[in-house]
Every structure is written in structure tokens, then in C-alpha cells.
């Protein structure tokens, strides 16, 4: 069993710093290599580095154990694959009729839009490089699946994944193919990602893939010329990797960017700079994208020469000021442009569900506002709906528990990548859900409970959420304490029964009159959130509990029966 986290396991096996090593291949100039073949030695070009190249090989030779399949997502010339293929067939763990057909290597095949990179060769003049892959991998195709054409015209299946080799997301449709189709088939604790893109500003979006999904990754390692290391830990559920990463708001993808450049080693975080302001430019945001190229360091931060970026951060420099000197006029136009046409939701809410959320907006900004605060460890919401409350909450917390009964449910959004959405009565999974974060170690700070709006629902799914006694400070939101019979219930609940209950305001936000609510003269009164306060600490003397718009709510209630008394 090899180590992903200490080098020597690939370093063993660089050519040029080991001219011993059993890997095919041998580099003689900038991305120009001489591999081995049955017929001899081959002239082959590959954008990948001798060290990019020796991971591969060591991967597959000394980490796979045949759990999965390999797979080589753009493999241009397919040294690549050759990389992966010598590695099988020199793997001493794997019996050999368990190495049949596991690679399985997808490319164009195409010299379309690299003519500028394409090397001569008898048959190029046909477009094609897939008889120099051929060539290349003949000796070895028992071992390999070739698949030519178009990625986003294919499919994968339900075939576990045990290593993936991605460089091939050249675009966001690309990369939601691979992240919907393909990470769901990662292994836990098993399956290695190698985002080969990863240290380049053109495909920012694979910093920003790696970043939404952090909570199922390990990083292990980046590595000149560009590639991202990661170890799956845990399951990526489908639901959450349906989700088009391209639909994130702009804020949001600007703040994975910023997560992602706030891990990198000093040298790689460089070149994340240049994405990030590629991502900028993309956003029509030319300026600011200038004024970060501007504090770009090019000069070497690493002793390493694997470690070393400096030469990728200078190249990502000179190529994104070429990219913003192309279209000047452009750029300034599309970002006044996405200034006009920024809505306030935009500003208020980046990448929140507000379609048939039942909440109105001041009770969204409440929410934002006591989260932004609270930043729960735990969180637990009765009742989902559409994912609004949900999708708002996300990124405020760092595991949320969702629970609803219908589900439908799982079809309607794709989840926070932190979220569990569990589909089961409340009464069974409240107590499974505050039983599950203890087993976590993590406390539950944050429980919104917007489910069952019976007198009785109410009262149940308040009482099981007071049967937790807390480790930290937790605020409890009921949504609709407006409503008649959801205010009775939170009313009728026994809250001293509980000695961590401080405060209950059944109106911290007053609920209304619901406008298209209105038939006849009478209206219905919804919304309103209550809020109580439960401290680790045992309180001495009864809660307080209070309405605070009491004589509001009971004008409301007055008048939704018969609103004809407000005319005249």
C-alpha cells in the first residue's frame, strides 16, 4: 500500500531523475517525449510534465487494486493512456484477467483547434491523431477502451470510477458532464480525481468544482505542469452532482475562487490568481480583473521544481492580458452591462432558490442576518419544499440535515453539497437527526421548522426539537407564526419544560396578510417567523416568552375576516 500523501511513491519514477524507471517514456525536450513501443521508440507530444506523467504510471502500477476502472479523459496523442497502460500491465496486484478493458481512454481524436500544437505525421492531413494513439498504445490496447467523439454525446453508466484522469473539462458544459455522469462513481476512500486543469486560468471552473465539492474531497497534491491531486472520502449523491455548477451566482463563484486560492501553497496560489481574474473577465468585470493580474507574483516561491508554478503563473499572466487587450471595448461593455442588469435578488441573495419559496423578503434578509451571525455547526430544517430556506442556509453552516415527507422532494433542486435531505416523517427522523450530530460531535446551532402548520403538527415538531439539550447557543425559527393555528400551537407548547429555553418571540418578524390570499373581503394570514433562544446553561426562573407584535397580529386576525372595515 502506497502513501497519496508523501511523494516518493511517484518521484521513484521520473525519468529524468531516475533513469532506471520502468515508466515508457523519456522526455528530450518541452512537451516532446520518446516512449517505448513494440516497434521501437516513438516521437510523441503530450502537455502533461514528466512528474504529471510519473503520477500516472504510479497510480496505476502501485495504487490500483481493480476496484474500479480507469479513466483518461482527454488524451490527445494518448501518452497518457500509454502511462496508465504500462502501469497495469506492470501491477503485481491485480490478476491478469481482471486487467482486460479497465482503461477506458475518450478523446476527439481531433487536430481541430490545436493546429498550433499539433505535431507532423503521415496522416495528420486527415484531421485526426487517433492512428497515432493507435501506434502508440498497440502493445497494450487489450488493456484499454479507446472512445472517440464527442464527451458530451457519450455516457458512463454505473461502473465504479477508482481513478479519473480529467483533462477534458474545457469547458462548463464539459465539466458538468463529468462532475453529473462521472463523480457519483467515485469510490470512498478509494478513488483518486486528477484535475489536470487545475493550475491554469483558462478552466477556472475546475478550482471552482473542487471547491463545491470540498466537503468529499482530500487534496493531496499540485503538482507542475498543472494538475490537482484529490482523494474521495465519502459518496457524491447524484442529486448533488446533477447540480450545473455554471448556475452558481457570479458572488458565489467569486467566493469558491477565494476559498481555493486561500488553500493553495504560496506558488500555486499565484496562478489561482490569474483564474480567479479570468473568471472576472468572463463576468465582464475587466477592471478588477486588471487590478488583481497587478499583484500576480511570477517569481519562484518554491525550492522545488514540482512545487514550482512561477513559470504557469507568468505564462497565465501574458495569455489573460491578451485575452482582456483582444476585446477591450467588449468587456467594458458587458460589464456595464451586467451592472444593469444585476437584479436586487442577485445582490441580496446570490445563488438562492426564490422560486415558490413561501417567504416573503424581508423574512429571506431575516434569516441571511441570523445566520450570517449564528454560522451554524449543525443545522436541522423541518420542512423543504422547494430548497429555498435550504439553498439560503448552505453556505452559512457547516452540515445541514433536511427533513420533509414528500419525495418529490429530491426532484425539485439539487442539494447543498453539505445538506442530507432525508425523507421520513418528522416524528421518526427529528430524533435521528440530533441523535446523528451527536454521534458527529457537532452541535446543533440552527433549527427552522416550517413543516406540518396544524395546531397539532406544530406542537409535535416543537416538542422533539426540546427534547435536545444543547452544547452551544441554538435558535430555533418557526416560520408562519402569523397563521391562527400555527401562533396556537407554538402558543400551547409547554417551553419550560426545557430549562435551556431563554426567549420565545412569536413575532421576531410579524407575519401579514397574504395579497393573492385575498377572496371575497377576506384574506389569510401567513408568514412571520418566531424565534427561540435555548442556551447550553440551565436558566434560573421561567422563560420569557412574548409577542411583541401581539396587538398587530390580533389586528390582522380582526381584519382578514371581513376586510371591508378598512374601506371608507
Not at 493546429?115 to 498504445?137: K, R, V, Y
Not at 458530451?152 to 481513478?163: S, T
Not at 446523528?436 to 416538542?463: C, K, Q, T, W
Request: charge should be negative; hydrophobic fraction near 45%; aromatic fraction near 10%.
Amino acid at each position: 500500500m502506497i502513501d497519496l500523501t508523501k511523494r516518493d511513491y511517484w518521484t521513484r519514477y521520473v525519468p529524468f531523475m531516475h533513469p532506471e524507471s520502468p515508466a515508457p517514456f523519456f522526455e528530450r525536450a518541452f512537451q516532446a517525449y520518446s516512449v517505448r513501443t513494440p516497434a521501437g521508440l516513438v516521437e510523441i507530444k503530450s502537455m502533461l510534465s514528466s512528474y504529471e506523467l510519473s503520477i500516472l504510471f504510479a497510480l496505476a502500477k502501485d495504487y490500483w487494486r481493480g476496484e474500479g476502472a480507469i479513466v483518461d479523459l482527454g488524451c490527445l496523442y494518448g501518452l497518457t493512456t500509454r502511462c496508465f497502460a504500462e502501469g497495469v500491465k506492470l501491477n503485481e496486484d491485480v490478476a491478469e484477467d481482471l486487467k482486460a478493458k479497465r482503461i477506458y481512454a475518450y478523446d476527439l481524436f481531433l487536430a481541430q483547434d490545436y493546429e498550433w500544437w499539433t505535431q507532423g505525421g503521415e496522416t495528420i492531413h486527415a484531421g485526426s491523431w487517433f492512428e497515432e494513439f493507435l501506434t502508440l498504445n498497440r502493445g497494450e490496447l487489450d488493456y484499454i477502451v479507446p472512445c472517440p467523439g464527442d464527451l458530451l454525446k457519450m455516457n458512463w453508466g454505473a461502473k465504479p470510477i477508482e481513478i479519473l484522469m480529467i483533462d477534458a473539462a474545457k469547458a462548463w458544459p464539459l465539466n458538468h458532464f463529468v462532475v453529473s455522469r462521472m463523480f457519483p462513481r467515485l469510490i470512498p476512500g478509494r478513488s483518486v480525481v486528477v484535475q489536470q486543469d487545475y493550475m491554469h486560468f483558462v478552466e477556472y471552473w475546475v478550482a471552482i468544482t473542487m471547491e463545491y465539492f470540498a466537503d468529499y474531497f482530500q487534496p493531496l497534491d499540485f503538482v507542475f505542469g498543472a494538475s490537482g491531486l484529490f482523494l474521495t472520502t465519502k459518496a457524491i449523491p447524484e442529486e448533488a452532482a446533477a447540480f450545473d455548477l455554471s448556475t452558481l451566482s457570479p458572488a458565489e463563484k467569486i467566493r469558491l475562487m477565494d476559498q481555493a486560492i486561500s488553500k493553495a501553497a504560496p506558488s500555486g496560489a499565484e496562478v489561482l490568481k490569474t483564474a480567479k481574474a479570468k473568471l472576472l473577465v468572463d463576468l465582464g468585470m475587466s477592471a478588477q480583473a486588471e487590478a488583481l493580474i497587478s499583484t500576480v507574483n511570477v517569481e519562484r516561491l518554491s525550492a522545488e521544481s514540482y512545487d514550482d508554478f512561477s513559470g504557469i503563473a507568468q505564462s497565465c499572466v501574458a495569455g489573460l492580458r491578451a485575452v482582456i487587450a483582444q476585446a477591450p471595448a467588449a468587456s467594458t461593455a458587458l460589464e456595464a452591462s451586467t451592472v444593469r442588469a444585476q437584479t436586487i435578488s442577485d445582490i441580496l441573495f446570490p445563488g438562492v432558490i426564490l422560486d415558490n419559496w413561501q417567504m416573503m423578503p424581508w423574512e429571506q434578509i431575516s434569516l441571511t442576518g441570523v445566520l450570517s451571525r449564528l454560522r451554524p455547526k449543525g443545522a436541522i430544517e423541518i420542512g423543504v419544499y422547494y430548497g429555498g430556506s435550504l439553498s439560503l442556509a448552505a453556505p452559512f453552516c457547516e452540515k445541514i440535515v433536511a427533513i420533509d415527507i414528500d419525495p418529490e422532494v429530491r426532484d425539485r433542486f439539487a442539494p447543498p453539497p453539505n445538506a442530507e435531505i432525508w425523507i421520513e416523517p418528522s416524528s421518526q427522523a427529528v430524533p435521528k437527526a440530533f441523535a446523528h450530530f451527536e454521534a458527529l460531535g457537532v452541535p446543533v446551532n440552527y433549527v427552522l421548522i416550517d413543516a406540518d402548520h396544524s395546531v397539532e403538527g406544530v406542537m409535535r415538531d416543537i416538542a422533539l426539537v426540546l427534547d435536545y439539550k444543547p452544547r452551544e447557543p441554538m435558535l430555533v425559527l418557526m416560520h408562519d407564526s402569523g397563521n391562527p393555528a400555527t401562533r396556537q400551537g407554538i402558543l400551547s407548547v409547554d417551553w419550560a419544560r426545557n430549562p435551556h429555553v431563554r426567549l420565545v418571540d412569536l413575532d421576531f418578524v410579524p407575519g401579514q396578510i397574504i395579497e393573492h390570499s385575498v377572496v371575497n373581503g377576506r384574506g389569510e394570514i401567513w408568514g412571520g417567523l418566531a424565534l427561540a433562544y435555548l442556551h447550553p446553561d440551565e436558566r434560573t426562573g421561567p422563560p420569557v416568552i412574548r409577542e411583541s407584535a401581539r396587538m398587530s397580529i390580533a389586528c390582522l386576525h380582526h381584519c382578514a375576516q371581513d376586510l371591508s372595515i378598512l374601506q371608507g
